[in-house]
């Protein structure tokens, strides 16, 4: 995810005179840098939330930086915490690495050690807090498509959808083939008070003229030929809940003046009978086409576009957030692999650079098969040179081959271990820096193996 924000800094050191010299140090290496001169106070500071790195010296009154660092494992063990002091306690420094301090530094230090050290350690709490986002968002995937995204057109997107979920207004859903449509729709109806009842999906494009009206409204016995018994209709099932009208622009005309008077009066006419039946549900509507637009909206009653268009919801195609295509493909890859049961591959650079330049006309849905192909083995991401992934590997230098086998075990590792990354340390007998760093250089996701 690209930010173009400055790393966040806490510094802690009960010197003031090193406390200044230092945060000039780390503002001119391009931080942000909150000072403070006792460590209660940098902790009232600090939360989960916290997206930056902590630098304290040791020796400190009321509360050291060991202290103030098991302060901070409790609210959150993967905020990185480098310790400072002028005391060149080897066994000291030992032991706080092995308790998950991230780096250990010794005065006097170089200017660059610090900026160095604290550089590689914001980007592991990036890391970090860009898998957290991941996992949240992978609580909402439904269907395959989830709604994952650190762009701020997604952010914008969810928090829309938040705040309209539980207002029971009527909402048109545009977007692309497989942008993820029927994901908003289904969101919608989770997040509000109408989550108890049913979501019934219904395809517009999908249906016959002659039997969409018979699934929409229902129809009683006898009302034309083969309609031996009663059936409820979809509107009718959705009562109480969400009715989701996918593809609403090829609805047939005369089909669209009946469901124009069910969102005007909330009641439904089965075929056969002249019964008319209150039904309390809110409807979701999705098109693939601009419907505000004349030429797009071409037989589509403009009076039932506006009746639909109380609240427009836009999808934005992933061509224009770019940023959200290696998340989504790492988030799609990782779940394949465990679907497939199969390691998954190192992404060599063809891979990366389709990702890259390709348009995904088909969206999250062509991305997410995309990926299916690549930890099957089928996907070379366009270069020919690429299409014996065995003998290539065999033809690869000693190291990037020993790189990949590392990344394997390290994947193999958590798999067997839920993701758990104490257990996983252990197993692999290697220091929790260590093991965040080769997180890092080899783009697996930890999140991802937990359960």
Known sequence: MANNHPASVILIDDDTDLLKATRQTLELAGFAVSAFSVAREALAELDAGFAGVVVSDIRMPEMDGLQLFERIVQLDSDIPVILVTGHGDIAMAVKAIKDGVYDFITKPFPADQLAQSVRRAAEKRRLVMENRALREAAEQAQDGLPLIGQTPAMERLRRTLRQIADTDVDVLVTGETGSGKEIVASLLHRWSRRAKGNFVALNCGTLPEMLIESELFGHEPGAFTGAQKKRI???????????????????????????????????????????????????????????????????????????LNVVTISIPPLRE???????????????????????????????????????????????????????????????????????????????????????????????????????????????????????????????????
Do not use: C
């Not at 009562?239 to 005309?253: A, K, R």
């Open 233 to 307: 209709g979809r509107i009718e099932h959705a009562s109480g809940g969400t009715l989701f009208l996918d593809e609403i622009e090829s609805m047939p005309p005369s089909t669209q003046v009946k469901i124009l008077r069910v969102l005007e009066m909330r009641e439904v006419t089965p075929l056969g009978t002249n019964e008319a039946r209150p039904v309390d549900l809110r409807v979701v509507a999705a098109a693939k086409v601009d419907l505000a637009d004349p030429g797009q909206r071409g037989a589509f009653r403009e009076d039932l576009y506006y009746r």
């Open 321 to 451: 957030r770019r940023e959200d295509v290696v998340l989504l493909f790492g988030y799609f890859a990782e779940r394949a692999a465990a679907r497939f049961q199969r390691l998954l591959p190192v992404a060599p650079a063809a891979i990366h650079r389709h990702l890259r330049e390709h348009d995904w006309p088909g969206n999250v849905r062509e991305l997410a098969h995309f990926a299916e192909r690549f930890v099957l083995g089928l996907e070379n991401g366009g270069d020919p040179q690429r299409s014996a992934p065995a003998e290539s590997e065999r033809a690869l230098p000693l190291p990037e081959r020993l790189e990949r086998y590392e990344a394997e075990i390290i994947r193999e590792t958590l798999g067997s271990n839920d993701g758990d990354v104490r257990r996983t340390i252990k197993a692999l007998g290697i220091p929790r820096k260590t093991f965040y760093d080769k997180l890092q250089r080899h783009g697996i996701v930890r999140s991802a193996f937990s359960r």
